[in-house]
């Protein structure tokens, strides 16, 4: 709905009045994460995007990536891993499996041409997905992605904590965090440097 408006079309006053579509950002939390990344990965693959709308940034807090072969401590809790991956398998059962690019970027051919030039990313100290965060960054400087990547891990946390406790003193660290994040626009010599850990007290 959103990039119709950017040509002046759709029926969103709101939309048409008021947004900037040479400055858009993409976020979610969790599974909206995956959803952001691969909006991304869309945009990329679209060679009329740069007359349509400008990514500037994505904010990925938590995103539910997985993958076929275990990383990291995702072995260690079988009852997690498998909750993990029957969430996919009914979220999804049509997939390729959880190698899927929609599941696992860094199995997907194009990840090169995700179209945006900084990407923040949080993953929680507790999480079985945190490896997949860290993976994730691998993934995106491997790919020979033109960008500039940045995880931050939030220590004796677990899975979108912010959400769950937005009020949280580490919550709304992050919500700062988020806001400088954005506020850089496309000032990328300063966003690798800038943000910092979440204290852990």
């Not at 400055?23 to 994460?33: E, F, Q, T």
């Not at 059962?93 to 090169?112: H, I, K, R, V």
């Not at 490896?131 to 891990?153: M, P, T």
């Not at 769950?164 to 994040?181: D, E, G, M, Y």
Request: glycine share 8%.
């Amino acid at each position: 709905m959103g990039f119709s408006h950017s040509e002046g079309n759709g029926n969103e006053t709101w939309l048409k009045k008021y947004a900037d579509f040479m400055h858009v950002y993409l976020g979610g939390d969790s599974a909206g994460g995956n959803i952001a990344h691969n909006t991304a990965i869309r945009a990329g693959l679209d060679h009329e995007m740069d007359h349509r709308a400008v990514i500037d940034g994505m904010f990925l807090n938590c995103p539910h990536f997985w993958g076929k072969t275990p990383i990291g401590n995702e072995a260690r809790n079988p009852e997690r891993k498998a909750l993990m991956e029957s969430i996919w398998i009914h979220a999804y059962p049509n997939s390729t499996g959880f190698d899927d690019p929609l599941l696992n970027p860094a199995m997907d051919p194009n990840l090169s041409k995700l179209r945006c030039k900084r990407v923040l990313v949080y993953v929680a100290e507790k999480d079985i997905l945190r490896d997949r965060g860290w993976y994730y960054e691998k993934a995106l400087r491997k790919s020979k992605w033109d960008g500039v990547v940045k995880v931050v891990e939030v220590k004796g946390e677990d899975h979108d904590f912010n959400v769950i406790s937005p009020n949280s003193t580490k919550a709304k660290i992050v919500l700062r965090q988020l806001a400088s994040f954005l506020n850089q626009g496309k000032v990328l010599h300063s966003f690798a440097g800038h943000l910092t850990a979440v204290p852990s007290n």
